[in-house]
């Protein structure tokens, strides 16, 4: 069974820094893309980070390209999300995602954890 489990969400005032976290268990993580998404209230699911199995490729959207950064860890199971410069219309809860189909974009087919809160007022 897919599990993802995220952590590291909070309360960060606007411009500050947080690092996301999920640890990943019930695949053979090395052989599968991943991507974050989140999801803000009232707002449908985006997209807003995806990584190749082997970190040799990652995408952003333009709304956070050059203030998040995803990695990962194989030797850990674990992806991450650095996000930087955050601003206020970022608050939302993140999800870590499985990508059984691309690594860009949503697709409700992907597996996905339980989600990490991330606010960001002032």
């Known amino acids: 069974e897919v599990q993802l489990v995220e952590s590291g969400g909070g309360l960060v005032q606007p411009g500050g820094s947080l690092r996301l976290s999920c640890l990943a268990s019930?695949?053979?993580?090395?052989?599968?893309?991943m991507k974050w998404a989140r999801q803000a209230p009232g707002k449908g699911l985006e997209w807003v980070a995806g990584?190749?199995?082997?970190?040799?490729?990652?995408y952003y959207p333009d709304s956070v390209k050059g203030r998040f950064t995803i990695s990962r860890d194989n030797a850990k199971n674990t992806l991450y999300l650095q996000l930087d410069s955050l601003r206020t219309d970022d608050t939302a809860m993140y999800y870590c995602v499985k990508s059984d189909t691309r690594i860009t974009g949503i697709d409700t087919r992907d597996p996905r954890g339980q989600g990490t809160q991330v606010t960001v007022s002032s």
């Open positions: 990584i190749s199995s082997h970190s040799t490729r990652t």
């Open positions: 019930g695949f053979p993580f090395e052989d599968w893309g």
